[in-house]
């Protein structure tokens, strides 16, 4: 779970390097790389993948994909030794819900930056209103890329 949310976190970081900073992307492009991202296992990196590939070719999305692949090892895979180790001492435990919030309030600011490109009209909102309403219903859990390939199958038959 936290790995998958912090690889989530990139997407806003992602949006201001590559559309708004160099424009080496459009807002289109990245939205179609997040998409195709998040139908795919390993979303956020694949989607960097992608990203990188569209800028600098292969090379462009090999950069991308360390890029993307080391701060999550440095920073989740190597210090969870230390976490489990300490993982009742109150200081560790405010610093997890403080570095937890943060990740909510960015993984809300990628949802805007996605949605602000991609809701037109009624009926892309009613898609995105009853995809957000299955994924915070707790009594049948459905898998995201099932989601995210029912959501896209009905905006293709709807439009």
């Known amino acids: 779970m936290i790995i998958r949310a912090s690889q989530r976190l990139n997407v806003p970081f992602l949006h201001q390097g590559l559309v708004t900073d160099h424009h080496w992307l459009t807002e ?13 296992p390993g979303p956020v990196v694949i989607m960097g993948t992608f990203a990188g ?9 090999v950069v991308a994909t360390v890029a993307l692949f080391t701060p999550t090892y440095l920073f989740v895979v190597v210090p969870g030794r230390l976490f489990r180790r300490f993982e009742r001492h ?14 909510a309030g960015a993984i809300a600011g990628a949802a805007i930056v996605i949605g602000r490109q991609t809701i037109h009209g009624w009926l892309s909102a009613a898609i995105g209103v009853v995809a957000l309403a299955l994924l915070l219903q707790k009594r049948i859990k459905a898998p995201e890329p099932a989601l995210v390939a029912a959501a896209a199958i009905a905006g293709l038959a709807l439009h």
């Open 28 to 40: 289109r492009q990245l939205t179609d790389a997040v998409a195709m991202g998040l139908i795919s």
């Open 53 to 61: 590939y569209l800028v600098a070719g292969v090379a462009g999305a």
């Open 90 to 103: 109150p200081r560790l435990q405010g610093f997890v819900k403080g570095a937890t919030a943060a990740a």
